[in-house]
């Protein structure tokens, strides 16, 4: 049987944070894992009764007997029990799902091709993936952390010829833009399909052009972009349980679409106080476990550290609701993205922690970083050195490569 993670569909490797293992390590065992994603499907037994006989007769799938060493041909599994796998694996990670479906030709045959779906499928999106900054990778090579694990992997992407590369949505998606054409385009990297930066409706694309203050969204087969909203002053932008939202100086919006009116944004909850620009006071939305998470970012005078406060926002009230602390997570917060962690998955990460990202607005003298929520302390940050005009905060740890993954940037790096 070839090895999952090598060739097929899938031409990725995998290491850890902090090193790189040697290729005999990058091996899985693959059949002591098969009756896992048995054991937690959803599928109804009746779909099944040709498998359980088979299981019930020959054990197909026990791991191979130590003392006998029976052999077992694990690329004849059948529609049924590689269908289970399948599941399974995506229902994880979808990153493990291709890994699968790279075995062989039989199991891609029993398992559905993401590519035959469209990129908006949201059963394919690598929701627990970001995108790790880093200078000397090969033209399409980038690598990716699973921030939900905590090891990483690189991925060989010959889709990114031609085009400059944006931070990813929060669906784990990559936004290119054709250095020809100026053709706006999302790429899924484990799936490799592509369309052409976040979901408003299972099948509309929504962007937020901040340059021009701009939210216009698309769907597949469009000719041109529709303004959703001009003029506005919007910061933070995200997907939430398949809907666009964003924030103003007064409320969290979200995209509406419909077939009787034009698409707008409607409010969701107003804010307890508009922030001042002036001040340079910013929101930002974030998923913390599950929820739809704003975090206000306050000035509090001239020689202060800023204030934060962090609120659910509550759907059905239309309001949101105070919280304390972050649920025993970290959040790290851009001027355009955010990301939420465990503590469990990186141990120098503290839990109900804010951290900020190197985006310009976020290292003024008054931005200290990181901020423990539950006892208010905050340290200020560390200067060492620059990279391309912009501040290096050292040491260079985990905690700095989740800070620059929330930086918002535009990778122009040469083909060649």
Not at 339 to 366: C, H, K, Q, W
Request: hydrophobic share 35%; proline share 6%.
């Amino acid at each position: 049987m070839a090895n999952p993670l090598l060739g097929g569909e899938s031409s990725t490797q995998w290491y850890s944070p902090s090193t790189r293992l040697s290729a005999h390590h990058k091996w899985r065992d693959w059949t002591n894992q098969l009756q896992i994603p048995v054991l937690e499907t959803n599928r109804s037994t009746q779909q099944i009764p040709t498998w359980e006989a088979k299981r019930a007769r020959s054990c197909a799938l026990c791991p191979l007997d130590p003392v006998h060493h029976e052999w077992r041909d694990w690329t004849n599994l059948g529609d049924g029990p590689a269908g289970l796998i399948a599941d399974g694996l995506l229902t994880n990670d979808v990153a493990d799902y291709m890994c699968f479906r790279a075995v062989c030709r039989t199991w891609r045959l029993w398992s559905t091709d993401p590519r035959k779906h469209g990129v908006l499928d949201r059963r394919f999106h690598p929701r627990q993936w970001i995108m790790v900054r880093q200078k000397g990778s090969p033209a399409c090579r980038r690598d990716f952390m699973n921030v939900s694990a905590g090891y990483c992997r690189y991925v060989n992407l010959p889709e990114l010829r031609g085009h400059d590369v944006f931070g990813p949505t929060t669906e784990g998606l990559l936004v290119l833009l054709d250095r020809t054409t100026w053709v706006v385009r999302i790429l899924n990297p484990f799936t490799r399909q592509v369309s052409g930066a976040g979901l408003a409706a299972d099948s509309t694309i929504a962007v937020h052009f901040r340059e021009i203050r701009t939210v216009a969204i698309i769907k597949p087969g469009d000719v041109k972009w529709t303004v959703v909203d001009r003029g506005r002053s919007i910061l933070p932008a995200l997907s939430f349980a398949g809907r666009f939202y964003c924030a103003t100086t007064e409320a969290v919006m979200v995209v509406e679409t419909s077939t009787d009116q034009p698409p707008r944004l409607a409010i969701v909850a107003k804010l307890n106080r508009p922030f001042s620009r002036m001040m340079m006071d910013t929101v930002h939305l974030v998923e913390n476990d599950g929820e739809l998470t704003l975090v206000d970012r306050e000035c509090k005078g001239s020689r202060n550290p800023r204030k934060y406060e962090v609120y659910r926002v509550d759907m059905h009230a239309r309001k949101i609701v105070p919280v304390h602390g972050l649920g025993g997570r970290a959040v790290f917060i851009g001027i355009e993205l955010a990301l939420s962690v465990s503590p469990s998955v990186f141990s120098s990460v503290n839990a109900d922690t804010i951290y900020l990202g190197f985006d310009e607005m976020l290292r003024g003298y008054m931005d200290y970083s990181p901020i423990n929520l539950m006892d208010g302390t905050s340290e200020p940050r560390r200067f060492k050195g620059s990279r391309n005009g912009v501040p290096l905060y050292g040491p260079q740890g985990v905690d700095d490569c989740l800070s620059w993954s929330v930086t918002g940037y535009r990778d122009e790096s040469n083909d060649n």
